[in-house]
């Protein structure tokens, strides 16, 4: 947020924050390429790191992520089904919780979904640690839009 008309940059998981004025976001996802070859992106308090999928349907909250920090997201008790990484339908529960993102809280729904194997190797292979997947509810939650020439996800 600016600050006394102070510019902010703040930092997340290879991810650059820039507001240049208030209620505006513009988010480089220029070093996370560099560093782990995919656009992610940490909670404010460093808690979490998401990958940015704008092709999910659902946001995707890993069921390790979900144990390990169950206290900031509430079961509603609706099931459903998604393609995994595998590509295989997978059974799924909803859960919600309010994510500390670029100085904004918002309540976003997830599907808690198994796929340790896979993060695994994503994170051997990276060296990034993915807690789980932000998709298309996420932009829109967050009022974002994703500039893939610049690299870049902003609010207009």
Request: proline residues 2%.
């Amino acid at each position: 947020r600016i600050i006394h008309g102070v510019l902010r940059i703040l930092h997340l998981g290879g991810l650059r924050i820039k507001q240049e004025k208030e209620g505006t976001v513009n988010i480089s996802f220029k070093e996370s390429i560099k560093l782990c070859g995919m656009p992610v992106i940490h909670t404010d308090n460093g808690r979490l790191c998401f990958l940015i999928d704008t092709g999910a349907s659902y946001n995707v909250l890993l069921r390790d992520a979900y144990d390990r920090e169950r206290a900031i997201f509430g079961e509603r008790g609706d099931s459903n089904y998604l393609i995994g990484m595998e590509g295989q339908p997978r059974s799924i529960f909803i859960v919600e919780g309010i994510l500390p993102i670029a100085g904004e809280n918002r309540r976003l729904n997830f599907g808690v979904l198994d796929e340790s194997q896979a993060m695994d190797m994503v994170r051997i292979i990276t060296g990034q640690q993915i807690d789980g997947a932000l998709g298309v509810e996420f932009l829109r939650a967050y009022g974002l839009a994703v500039d893939f020439a610049s690299m870049t996800l902003h609010t207009d």
